[in-house]
């Protein structure tokens, strides 16, 4: 722990100089003129003058190290179908891809959405989109045509790469038909990839539609790797913000590429022999930067597993953890509580002696949760790294050094080195221990977000507008005697649904998209395994009544505009809603009716008591 806080200390005095010494273990094709440039705040240039490839130091680098011959990725279907795919496998069908998208027009900084299972041409397709340059946006294969069509419209690409289904607890999600779904009347489109994988029967329209090994029958497996500018976008990821419209977070090559590799490689503690596995989607941040990205710069060997935990049944982790003799393994606190509830059997039946290091995101962990995992899962024996970071910080940002930083159940511990966190208060002032306060981070970092795609104006003002020069994550913070951080939790409309970032309005705007809906509002409850869950309070238009089958249509409703994630557990119907003088739906009211019964915050700006009194009454 000393050597950490020196070195800590040392590098965030100095974080350009920390930075470029890990950016130096990357491949360059030119190396940068400067490390930082942050004359146009908070707009960051890092590495600029560089020119660096991202496939080709996830891919080509470790197959030149004579590590071809070995498995980068030990991929589990969900019905029980098994591939083990080399370093040289993957490189050639990246290319192969990559050609295939050449050979329809795509070029360098076209934006390409991909909608895919956890399948290995997942992980080829955005390797292959970086190969070339072109910007993937990857959309969770979880969400609704309507998220597809929102995202295609804002990133405004042309090429989609899809598969006709994926298995998902014994279902067939109907991923092509989903595409097609979001297509209609939209003709922006030019290319749409199709990867057979369910076999279940899908439409292609001619001349826009492929099948992925049709288009990739007769490609060479050489596709030459440009280096590109440092700066050259990787990807946009979109996230749910406090407004109804998500949120395109642009990624750019070499700061994220430097600091998913350096985090991975520390945090992880990650050995050559090694067998890694993050359960999380390649739709969500932490598929990007710990399933693509970090471990595959690192040349990683790891598992990847299409289905649900719980399909056939709740030991199928365990079961994969043993078969594979999984050494690292990665995934969410609400994960952790589902199985937690599924009881102790599950993991008895498995030898999960190969473990050494646990992993959790997405949330803060309950001291319960981290207890069994540390015990049940680890054996008492395997430190936790508990790592908070977020969609726009690319990286991890704070999270214990496993064998360094001594664990307390429940706090995401130390900033990472090169990360300059802090808890400040109202007036921009450090708060002192168990003192509450907003976490910022002090000074740019290579991962660091460089924009909100097409809206600047909205990165300005939701990231850099209350500190001046300094990142404001949006989380609640404190920390405590050792000046570990504890995060408390979202500071604004975001609720945190099994470690999914899921905006109030966005689903208010769903609801309100129903005829039958006047206004709604949606709060969080705590939740015992999902962490929150969702409660809308909906008002009706005029002269309707809802009956006994208006909340379950509005349930369906909200997942085919969003997805199953943002179904709300609990509808309920009111007259009016709580709003202040000026007409703003007073949320806080209705979080503390739906958590605890009783109103005690602040209700003095609230126009009109009774309405507390009468949803009280509802409850
Ligand atoms: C990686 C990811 C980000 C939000 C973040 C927090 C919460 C994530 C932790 C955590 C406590 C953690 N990206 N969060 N990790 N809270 N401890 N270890 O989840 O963009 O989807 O969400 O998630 O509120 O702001 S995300």
């Known amino acids: 722990m000393d050597d950490y806080e020196e070195l800590h200390a040392k590098s965030i005095a100095d974080p350009e100089a920390f930075w470029a010494e890990q950016a130096a273990e990357l491949s360059w094709q030119k190396s940068w003129h400067s490390v930082l440039d942050w004359n146009d705040a908070p707009f960051a240039k890092w590495f600029d003058g560089g020119k660096i490839n991202a496939a080709e130091n996830c891919l080509d680098r470790?197959?030149?190290?004579?590590?071809?011959?070995?498995?980068?990725?030990?991929?589990?279907?969900?019905?029980?179908?098994?591939?083990?795919?080399?370093?040289?496998?993957?490189?050639?069908?990246?290319?192969?891809?990559?050609?295939?998208?050449i050979a329809r027009g795509v070029k360098s900084g076209d934006r390409v959405l991909i909608y895919m299972?956890?399948?290995?041409?997942?992980?080829?397709?955005?390797?292959?989109?970086?190969?070339?340059?072109?910007?993937?946006?990857?959309?969770?294969?979880?969400?609704?045509?309507?998220?597809?069509?929102?995202?295609?419209?804002?990133?405004?690409?042309?090429?989609?790469?899809?598969?006709?289904?994926?298995?998902?607890?014994?279902?067939?999600?109907?991923?092509?038909?989903?595409v097609d779904e979001a297509l209609e009347n939209y003709d922006a489109v030019e290319n749409v990839f199709v990867l057979k994988r369910c076999e279940n029967e899908i439409k292609m329209t001619e001349g826009r539609d492929a099948w992925w090994h049709d288009a990739t029958a007769d490609m060479s497996d050489f596709c030459p790797a440009e280096g590109f500018d440092a700066e050259h976008p990787l990807f946009i990821l979109y996230t749910s913000g406090s407004t109804g419209k998500p949120k395109g977070i642009l990624h750019t090559t070499g700061g994220y590429l430097t600091g998913t590799a350096t985090t991975f490689k520390y945090v992880f503690d990650h050995q050559k022999d090694d067998i890694y596995w993050c359960t999380a989607d390649v739709g969500w941040i932490t598929g990007h930067s710990y399933i693509v990205y970090g471990p595959m710069a690192n040349g990683a060997a790891q598992v990847m597993y299409e289905g649900a935990p719980n399909q056939p049944d709740w030991d199928r982790f365990w079961q994969i953890v043993a078969e594979y003799k999984v050494t690292i393994f990665y995934t969410a606190p609400t994960a952790i509580r589902a199985f937690i509830k599924a009881g102790d059997h599950h993991v008895d039946k498995h030898d999960l002696s190969s473990l050494r290091l646990l992993g959790t995101v997405g949330e803060p962990i309950n001291p319960e949760a981290w207890m069994w995992y540390h015990e049940k899962i680890g054996a008492g024996r395997c430190p936790i790294v508990d790592t908070w970071w977020q969609t726009e910080t690319g990286a991890i940002m704070i999270t214990p050094l496993p064998g360094a930083t001594p664990l307390k159940p429940g706090t995401a511990t130390r900033p990472f080195l090169g990360i300059d966190a802090a808890?400040?208060?109202?007036?921009g002032e450090e708060c002192g221990p168990n003192e509450g306060g907003k976490l910022v981070i002090r000074k740019p970092w290579p991962s660091m977000l460089r924009t909100i795609y097409k809206d600047p104006e909205r990165f300005k003002e939701t990231y850099w507008n209350e500190y001046e020069g300094i990142y404001l994550a949006g989380d609640g913070a404190r920390t405590d005697d050792d000046s570990y951080f504890w995060i408390v939790g979202r500071l604004d409309d975001v609720l945190n649904v099994s470690g999914h970032r899921l905006g109030t309005a966005e689903v208010e705007s769903a609801l309100v998209s129903h005829e039958a809906v006047a206004e709604a509002a949606a709060v969080g409850r705590p939740h015992d395994i999902k962490g929150q869950a969702v409660v809308a309070f909906v008002t009706l238009k005029e002269g309707i009544d809802h009956g006994d089958e208006l909340a379950l249509e509005l349930r369906q409703h909200v997942g085919a505009e969003i997805g199953a994630i943002a179904k709300p557990d609990d509808i309920r119907f009111t007259q009016t809603l709580?709003?202040?003088?000026?007409?703003?739906?007073?949320?806080?009211?209705?979080?503390?009716?739906?958590?605890?019964?009783?109103?005690?915050?602040?209700?003095?700006?609230?126009?009109?008591?009774?309405?507390?009194?009468?949803?009280?009454?509802?409850?």
């Not at 991929?75 to 993957?90: A, H, K």
């Not at 070339?132 to 090429?159: P, W, Y």
């Not at 949320?587 to 009194?613: Q, Y």
Request: charged share 25%; glycine share 10%; proline share 3%.
């Open 117 to 178: 299972p956890m399948v290995p041409e997942a992980a080829i397709a955005m390797l292959a989109c970086a190969r070339i340059g072109a910007v993937h946006s990857v959309v969770f294969g979880g969400f609704s045509a309507t998220s597809i069509k929102d995202r295609l419209e804002d990133s405004e690409a042309t090429t989609i790469i899809t598969a006709d289904g994926g298995w998902r607890r014994g279902n067939v999600v109907p991923l092509k038909a989903n």
């Open 62 to 101: 470790h197959v030149a190290d004579g590590r071809g011959d070995e498995v980068a990725i030990y991929w589990v279907g969900e019905p029980g179908d098994t591939r083990n795919i080399t370093f040289s496998e993957l490189l050639s069908e990246t290319c192969r891809f990559a050609n295939a998208m």
């Open 423 to 427: 808890i400040l208060d109202e007036t």
């Open 578 to 619: 709580p709003k202040t003088r000026s007409g703003k739906i007073m949320r806080r009211l209705l979080k503390e009716i739906v958590s605890g019964g009783e109103v005690k915050g602040d209700t003095t700006t609230l126009e009109d008591f009774n309405v507390v009194a009468s949803l009280q009454k509802e409850d």
